[in-house]
């Protein structure tokens, strides 16, 4: 079992900064790519950015050079959110790919996602 932890949402004006951080809690998983959707009342959830554990990342177009994801190490990725939209308004969700492998070639991938956390951004 893998518990994400999200933080660092809350309410901002337009222009303004937020960076979001989540934490894999896992003892036995490794974990080979994290990544942030968002979701509105009245739009699917859509991948705003990857990263792999290589460290390779994947931006949706709508938040090229504004936001920056980050793996600050093995469990825990950030998103610096800069020059924030009111369209950036969403619910913001972390998201693991996990796997658990052993030595004799066994290996279990599964998927993860934290419970979000709320990004407001004010005109």
């Known amino acids: 079992q893998v518990r994400l932890v999200e933080s660092g949402g809350g309410l901002v004006q337009s222009g303004g900064s937020l960076r979001l951080s989540c934490e894999a809690s896992?003892?036995?998983?490794?974990?080979?790519?994290m990544a942030w959707y968002r979701q509105t009342p009245t739009t699917p959830r859509e991948l705003v950015a990857s990263?792999?554990?290589?460290?390779?990342t994947n931006y949706t177009d709508s938040v090229k050079d504004r936001f920056t994801i980050s793996r600050d190490n093995a469990n825990t990725v950030s998103l610096q959110m800069n020059s924030l939209k009111p369209e950036d308004t969403a619910t913001y969700y972390c998201?693991?790919?996990?796997?658990?492998?052993?030595?004799?070639?066994?290996?279990?991938?599964?998927?993860?996602w934290g419970q979000g956390t709320q990004v407001t951004v004010s005109s």
């Open positions: 990263i792999t554990s290589g460290g390779k």
């Open positions: 998201n693991a790919d996990v796997y658990y492998a052993e030595d004799g070639g066994f290996r279990a991938d599964y998927n993860y």
């Open positions: 896992t003892t036995i998983f490794r974990i080979s790519a």
